[in-house]
């Protein structure tokens, strides 16, 4: 069976990582409450979606 | 090519996606908005679409094409009377899907699907709800305070009994 002759160094395993980072999500902002919220979702927040659309949000006693 | 455009399956077989269907378009039509998961909202759209269509038609062919779908006879009363009618000048896009947040058990997300213009049910449906709520959150509060009262009154009593001895 094929194997590895030499062991990498930890510049190799690095330099390869170097592109693997993640990336933050994209997120809009909310025109009611101007809190930031995932795009094309109603607001976790407020309930709002495109001005009106309120979900059954609690409000925090 | 309109390859992998087949449509959902929605890990079900045939007749139990059908009975999925069924279901879900009679309780859209009945409740006016229902919450599901984004997948089972996109599937259900067409379907419902050629209920309100068939709604819109009104003559006796199409109320028994219905009515041979629709689970209940109140739905297909609903259908034709009220919701074929308000969509009258409208071709087609008689839904709306909103995505609403994640479900706590399994993290699949969340959407409404609901008919436009149901804007007032559910402004009645929120005003109801409130009002359950406040009426539950009131017999709690009784019911607390009979029991604080019970147990005023009993630990009075063991007092007395203990002077006796
Ligand atoms: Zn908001």
């Known amino acids: ?7 990498h160094s930890q510049k190799r395993t690095a330099t390869r990582r170097a592109h693997d980072a993640l990336k933050g999500r994209s997120l809009s902002e909310c025109p009611n409450c101007h809190e930031r919220k995932l795009p094309h979702r109603a607001c976790p927040k407020c309930g709002y ?3 009106r659309e309120v979900l059954d949000i609690k409000e925090a006693s | 090519m309109r390859h992998k455009v087949a449509g959902y399956k929605l890990g079900r077989t045939t007749s139990h ?5 069924r279901n879900a378009v009679t309780s859209l039509i009945m409740e006016e ?3 599901t998961t984004v997948p089972k909202a996109k599937a259900l759209r067409p379907v419902a679409e050629k209920m309100i269509t068939l709604g819109k038609q009104g003559d006796l062919a199409a109320r028994r094409q219905a009515a041979s779908y629709l689970m209940t006879k109140e739905s297909v009363v609903k259908l034709f009377d009220t919701i074929g009618p308000r969509f009258g000048d409208r071709q087609g896009g008689y ?5 609403s947040g994640w479900r706590k058990g399994d993290g699949a997300e969340k959407a409404f699907i609901e008919l436009l213009g149901s804007e007032q049910v559910q402004e009645e449906k929120k005003q109801k709800r409130a009002e359950a709520r406040a009426k539950r959150a009131a ?3 009784k019911a607390m305070e009979e029991a604080e009262a019970q147990q005023q009154a009993a ?5 007395g009994e203990s002077k006796d001895e």
């Open chain 2, 95 to 99: 839904l709306r899907i909103v995505r």
């Open chain 2, 17 to 21: 996606r059908r009975s999925f269907f």
């Open chain 1, 1 to 7: 069976m094929p194997n590895p002759k030499r062991r």
């Open chain 2, 33 to 35: 908005r229902i919450e």
């Open chain 1, 49 to 51: 979606y495109k001005g």
């Open chain 2, 139 to 141: 017999e709690t509060k």
């Open chain 2, 155 to 159: 630990k009075a009593s063991e007092g």
